[in-house]
């Protein structure tokens, strides 16, 4: 039988054709969104992760006879339109202010890179360019090829120095004193506190001693201890897997160690693990209570008016800003909830407040109830999709109305949670706001976690990603020599973010697997 | 046969039984299983059943027929009081299961609808191994042991005709397998808390021929065991399979009796002219 308007074999070209200006649009929507992100990407991972490889060093001599040494960035038109200029970073902020330097090409008249350039990463005024002329070590002088070997091997020795001693006064000293102020008045323990901090200056000591003499590019001469300096290297002379190796280090101290220089330089791992654990704390208190807010509404409650108004509610809950659930945070949970807390609990501490300021607790309880929209809602989807003749199919096995909930249910519903927590998850990792009132610090170098009693400290402020950035970003004294940190600070977060949402859908899609569900997405 | 007024209904040697109209059906009152008394039952406003009453013999299979929306789905629901969920329906009159009121409060729910297992006409697994769905209903009761489980699991899909088709990939999803076996797992699953009464609501309409033939062989051989009721819109099957056949129509039994009777000798013209497929929906 042949349908009018129909050819009774293959797609009509006709209906293809009708469909294909809304098909184009759709698809060009997906393809620039898909650029855009990509753009994005691109432009964290290359800002940030160049920052840490180590950059060839050039030593310019300029018309008037001045030399330069730096690294050099973007090129730009001169403002006279006649020629090009480029950014130099010249590094040594000792040495007068400035770390960058514009130079117009024709300036320049030679432009080489000596293999001896040394770069020194310190513990301040950030890094060194420059030639190193002699190491003195006690009563030797060292200078030429043998300096530079020995300078690299006393460096291990003194970082080595330096992780024991942070070790001893983080994990010895600062607990025995706290746990001293605890007993407060009782001494017993002077005499070890009075070793351990004897040993701690010991190791000062040898960390101390040895001086460099170093050159700028100037040919002044400068003299700097060298506990100060943190590392050494000379690009120039560096083989391409030797560079790829610093990279690798380099990147893997930013990801492991604290930050230093007013956040301006060093590692962000408080940030990481800050962000880690306040969100893993949020989606531990957000999930019941967003579940069982659900099932409430969903399973429970009568199906009348009211009910209909607190889902309306809680649906608009979801569009209040962050800013005004920080303030709410501030007032009824660190003020309202800590400060009785403080009253009753740790009243020999006050007036310096223990829960009643900001801290990870409050924190990641404020991003529970910014988020429990987002769960309640995505639960319910998930409670109100499951078809009636499953929970009749259990019900007529003789399951009450609870065991139909918890068996049938619940299981089934469990992936639509898991959605919920997803977004939950990716709306908090991202959130900076409310957290500037209820508990981030610009500088916790202690994260919240760690070997003394009871372990997880939810009283204690902690850093966060988004904040370092913020931070790193408005609140340095040089902003531009913080952008490669902001850049990849960003990156991290957007990472970590990641991370997190990929262990949430793994989860979902193992639960849908286990509960035979057929895999969606 | 006469009627003793002084002894109450249920213990009849022979009871007046269906409709108004007085047909004399040739069990005891012993043989009773469900006795529906006066049950008339609305959603909101909207009647769906008035008036019904009718017993359901004990190890017979009783089935159902009637155009579609004439209550025959909400009749079976009534009957292991599934509709208490729905807050909208309102009922009244009777119905004993064995002698007692399934509406008396000290009645568990739960308990009597494990009692009166019910199978629906969509296969409704549950999204688990083929295994936990057999043994969702003996998880519920506790107390048994993993290979007391085992033996009834094994029991349940033997006597639901799966046993050979599913024994190697008893840990598989129950979603894998296909609808007529989807089907008989959910019989399997009803039979393994060992129902007394099996409501079947068109068992078989989603199923192709071969399924529907294994079903209806099944509902053969649960006979002795179990008294079924069996919702149809295939007159052949109900011909085949049920003992008694009631003739449901606008939420009213209109003709109810032994099914060679109902089916060669309707006394009624609107049964006749439904059975002969004069009459549409
Ligand atoms: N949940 C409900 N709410 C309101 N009305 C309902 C509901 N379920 C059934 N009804 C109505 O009750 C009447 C009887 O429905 P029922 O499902 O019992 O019919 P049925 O005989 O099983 O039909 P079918 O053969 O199509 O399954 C119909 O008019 C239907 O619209
Ligand atoms: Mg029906």
Same mark, same amino acid.
């Given at each position: 039988?042949k349908i009018?308007?129909?050819?009774?074999?293959?797609?009509?070209?006709k209906?293809?054709?009708?469909?294909g200006?809304?098909?184009w649009l759709a698809a060009?929507?997906?393809a620039?969104?898909?650029?855009?992100?990509?753009?994005?990407?691109v432009?964290l991972?290359?800002?940030?992760?160049?920052?840490?490889?180590?950059?060839?060093?050039?030593?310019?001599?300029?018309?008037g006879?001045?030399?330069v040494?730096?690294v050099?960035?973007?090129?730009?038109?001169?403002?006279?339109?006649?020629?090009?200029?480029?950014?130099?970073l010249?590094a040594?902020?000792?040495d007068g202010?400035?770390i960058?330097?514009?130079?117009?090409n024709?300036?320049i008249?030679?432009d080489?890179?000596?293999?001896?350039?040394?770069?020194?990463?310190?513990?301040?005024?950030?890094?060194?360019?420059?030639?190193?002329v002699?190491?003195?070590s006690?009563?030797?002088?060292?200078?030429?090829?043998d300096?530079?070997t020995?300078?690299?091997s006393?460096?291990k020795?003194?970082?080595a120095?330096?992780?024991?001693?942070r070790?001893?006064t983080?994990?010895?000293?600062l607990p025995?004193?706290r746990?001293?102020?605890?007993?407060?008045?009782?001494r017993?323990?002077?005499?070890?506190l009075?070793?351990?901090?004897?040993?701690?200056s010991?190791?000062q000591?040898?960390?101390?001693?040895?001086?460099v003499?170093?050159?700028?590019g100037?040919?002044?001469?400068?003299?700097?201890?060298?506990?100060?300096?943190?590392?050494?290297?000379?690009p120039?002379?560096?083989?391409?897997?030797e560079?790829l190796?610093h990279?690798?280090?380099?990147?893997?101290?930013?990801?492991s160690?604290?930050?230093?220089?007013?956040?301006?330089?060093?590692?962000v791992?408080?940030?990481?693990?800050?962000?880690i654990?306040?969100?893993?704390?949020?989606s531990?208190?957000?999930?019941?209570f967003g579940?069982?807010a659900?099932?409430?509404?969903?399973?429970v409650?009568?199906?009348?008016r009211?009910?209909?108004?607190?889902?309306?509610?809680v649906?608009?809950?979801?569009g209040?800003p962050?800013i005004?659930?920080?303030?709410?945070?501030l007032?009824?949970?660190?003020?309202?909830?800590?400060?009785?807390?403080?009253?009753?609990?740790?009243?020999?501490?006050?007036?310096?407040?223990?829960?009643g300021t900001?801290g990870?607790?409050?924190a990641s309880?404020?991003l529970?109830?910014?988020?429990?929209?987002?769960v309640?809602?995505?639960?319910?989807?998930g409670?109100?999709?499951?078809p009636?003749?499953?929970r009749?199919?259990?019900?007529?096995?003789?399951a009450?109305?609870?065991?139909?909930?918890?068996?049938?249910?619940l299981?089934?519903?469990?992936?639509a949670m898991l959605?919920?927590?997803?977004?939950?998850v990716a709306?908090?990792?991202?959130?900076?706001a409310?957290l500037m009132l209820?508990g981030?610090?610009?500088?916790?170098?202690q994260?919240p976690?760690?070997?003394?009693?009871?372990?997880?400290?939810?009283?204690?402020?902690f850093?966060?990603?988004?904040?370092?950035?913020?931070?790193a970003?408005?609140?340095?004294?040089?902003?531009?020599a913080?952008?490669?940190l902001?850049?990849?600070?960003?990156?991290?977060?957007v990472?970590v973010?990641?991370?997190?949402?990929?262990?949430?859908i793994f989860?979902?899609?193992?639960l849908?697997?286990?509960?035979?569900?057929?895999?969606?997405? | 046969?006469?009627i003793d007024?002084e002894?109450?209904?249920?213990?009849?040697a022979?009871?007046r039984?269906?409709?108004?109209?007085?047909?004399v059906m040739?069990?005891s009152?012993?043989d009773t299983?469900?006795?529906?008394?006066?049950?008339t039952?609305?959603?909101g406003?909207k009647?769906?059943l008035?008036?019904?009453?009718?017993?359901?013999?004990r190890h017979?299979?009783?089935?159902?027929?009637?155009?579609?929306?004439?209550?025959?789905?909400?009749?079976?629901?009534?009957l292991?009081?599934?509709?208490?969920?729905?807050?909208d329906v309102?009922?009244?009159?009777?119905?004993?299961?064995?002698?007692?009121?399934?509406?008396d409060?000290?009645?568990?729910?739960?308990?009597l609808?494990?009692?009166?297992?019910?199978v629906?006409?969509?296969?409704?697994?549950?999204p688990m191994?083929?295994?936990?769905?057999?043994?969702?209903g003996?998880r519920?009761?506790?107390?048994?042991?993993?290979?007391?489980?085992d033996d009834?699991?094994?029991?349940?899909?033997?006597?639901a005709?799966?046993?050979?088709?599913?024994k190697?990939?008893?840990?598989?999803s129950?979603?894998?397998?296909?609808g007529?076996?989807q089907?008989?797992?959910?019989?399997?699953?009803?039979l393994?808390?060992e129902?007394e009464?099996l409501l079947?609501?068109e068992p078989a309409s989603a199923?192709? +021929?071969?399924? %529907? @033939?294994k079903?209806?062989?099944?509902? #053969?051989?649960?006979?002795?065991?179990? *008294?079924?009721?069996? =919702?149809?819109h295939?007159?052949?099957?109900?011909?085949?399979v049920?003992?008694?056949t009631?003739?449901?129509?606008?939420?009213?039994?209109?003709?109810?009796g +032994?099914?060679d %009777? @109902?089916f060669?000798?309707?006394r009624? #013209?609107?049964?006749?002219?439904?059975? *002969?497929g004069r009459? =549409?929906?």
């Amino acid at each position: 039988m042949k349908i009018p308007g129909h050819t009774a074999v293959g797609m009509p070209g006709k209906r293809r054709t009708r469909e294909g200006p809304l098909a184009w649009l759709a698809a060009a929507s997906v393809a620039l969104s898909l650029i855009m992100l990509g753009a994005l990407l691109v432009l964290l991972s290359v800002k940030g992760l160049s920052n840490f490889w180590p950059a060839t060093v050039h030593q310019l001599t300029l018309k008037g006879g001045e030399t330069v040494i730096g690294v050099p960035l973007e090129t730009r038109e001169l403002p006279s339109r006649q020629g090009l200029e480029r950014r130099y970073l010249t590094a040594n902020r000792d040495d007068g202010g400035g770390i960058w330097r514009w130079l117009a090409n024709d300036q320049i008249t030679e432009d080489t890179t000596p293999e001896d350039l040394v770069v020194l990463e310190r513990r301040h005024w950030g890094t060194f360019f420059g030639r190193l002329v002699a190491l003195q070590s006690g009563d030797q002088r060292l200078t030429g090829p043998d300096a530079w070997t020995v300078l690299e091997s006393r460096l291990k020795e003194i970082n080595a120095l330096r992780d024991e001693r942070r070790r001893l006064t983080h994990d010895e000293i600062l607990p025995l004193i706290r746990s001293m102020e605890d007993q407060d008045g009782h001494r017993s323990e002077d005499r070890r506190l009075a070793d351990l901090q004897r040993r701690a200056s010991e190791l000062q000591q040898r960390m101390q001693g040895d001086l460099v003499v170093l050159e700028n590019g100037q040919g002044r001469r400068q003299e700097q201890a060298l506990a100060e300096i943190l590392e050494a290297w000379r690009p120039n002379a560096m083989a391409w897997h030797e560079k790829l190796g610093h990279w690798v280090r380099e990147l893997w101290q930013f990801l492991s160690q604290g930050p230093r220089d007013a956040n301006t330089a060093g590692g962000v791992w408080p940030a990481i693990f800050g962000t880690i654990l306040m969100v893993l704390l949020m989606s531990i208190l957000v999930t019941p209570f967003g579940v069982l807010a659900a099932v409430y509404l969903n399973e429970v409650a009568h199906q009348g008016r009211l009910t209909r108004l607190v889902r309306i509610g809680v649906r608009n809950l979801a569009g209040v800003p962050s800013i005004v659930y920080g303030v709410f945070g501030l007032g009824v949970f660190v003020y309202g909830i800590g400060g009785s807390i403080d009253r009753w609990f740790f009243e020999s501490t006050l007036p310096s407040p223990t829960f009643g300021t900001g801290g990870l607790l409050w924190a990641s309880l404020t991003l529970a109830l910014l988020t429990l929209p987002v769960v309640i809602v995505a639960t319910e989807e998930g409670l109100s999709r499951i078809p009636l003749h499953q929970r009749e199919g259990a019900l007529a096995l003789g399951a009450t109305r609870f065991e139909t909930l918890t068996r049938v249910v619940l299981p089934m519903a469990t992936p639509a949670m898991l959605t919920g927590l997803i977004l939950a998850v990716a709306r908090a990792a991202g959130e900076v706001a409310p957290l500037m009132l209820v508990g981030v610090a610009k500088l916790a170098p202690q994260v919240p976690l760690d070997g003394e009693f009871p372990f997880l400290h939810l009283e204690r402020k902690f850093m966060h990603l988004g904040y370092h950035i913020y931070d790193a970003a408005f609140h340095s004294s040089d902003v531009q020599a913080a952008m490669p940190l902001v850049y990849a600070t960003a990156l991290l977060l957007v990472t970590v973010i990641l991370v997190l949402n990929l262990t949430a859908i793994f989860m979902r899609h193992y639960l849908r697997k286990r509960h035979g569900a057929p895999v969606r997405r | 046969m006469s009627i003793d007024g002084e002894l109450p209904k249920r213990q009849l040697a022979q009871a007046r039984l269906g409709n108004r109209r007085g047909a004399v059906m040739e069990f005891s009152a012993a043989d009773t299983c469900l006795d529906i008394q006066g049950l008339t039952l609305a959603y909101g406003g909207k009647t769906a059943l008035k008036d019904l009453t009718l017993r359901i013999p004990r190890h017979r299979v009783t089935a159902f027929i009637g155009p579609s929306g004439c209550g025959k789905s909400t009749l079976l629901r009534a009957l292991n009081r599934l509709h208490d969920l729905n807050e909208d329906v309102s009922r009244h009159g009777q119905i004993h299961l064995d002698g007692h009121d399934i509406h008396d409060p000290r009645v568990a729910v739960a308990e009597l609808r494990r009692r009166v297992g019910m199978v629906f006409q969509a296969p409704n697994p549950f999204p688990m191994s083929i295994y936990d769905n057999v043994a969702f209903g003996l998880r519920l009761q506790g107390g048994l042991s993993k290979r007391r489980i085992d033996d009834v699991v094994e029991w349940a899909l033997k006597s639901a005709a799966l046993w050979d088709e599913v024994k190697g990939r008893l840990r598989a999803s129950a979603w894998s397998l296909s609808g007529g076996q989807q089907q008989r797992l959910v019989i399997a699953r009803t039979l393994a808390v060992e129902p007394e009464v099996l409501l079947l609501d068109e068992p078989a309409s989603a199923l192709d +021929p071969i399924s %529907t @033939l294994k079903i209806e062989e099944l509902i #053969r051989t649960l006979k002795p065991h179990l *008294t079924l009721v069996l =919702v149809t819109h295939n007159m052949q099957q109900a011909a085949r399979v049920s003992d008694y056949t009631a003739f449901l129509h606008n939420g009213e039994l209109v003709e109810y009796g +032994p099914t060679d %009777t @109902l089916f060669t000798h309707p006394r009624l #013209r609107r049964t006749e002219n439904y059975i *002969t497929g004069r009459m =549409v929906g």
